[in-house]
């Protein structure tokens, strides 16, 4: 059973995709890296 997912950004745009994992609202910081390692 999937679960659709929405993540919301501070300049308005939105993205959808499937969520995994718990089923509990929840807010935050988004954080990535394009550093390659190896």
């Known amino acids: 059973m999937t679960r659709a997912a929405v ?9 959808w995709g499937e969520a995994f994992g718990d089923g ?3 807010s935050g ?8 390692t190896g």
């Open 7 to 15: 993540l919301g950004l501070e300049d308005g745009s939105t993205w």
């Open 29 to 36: 910081e988004v954080v990535f890296n394009t550093a390659m």
């Open 24 to 26: 509990q609202s929840a």
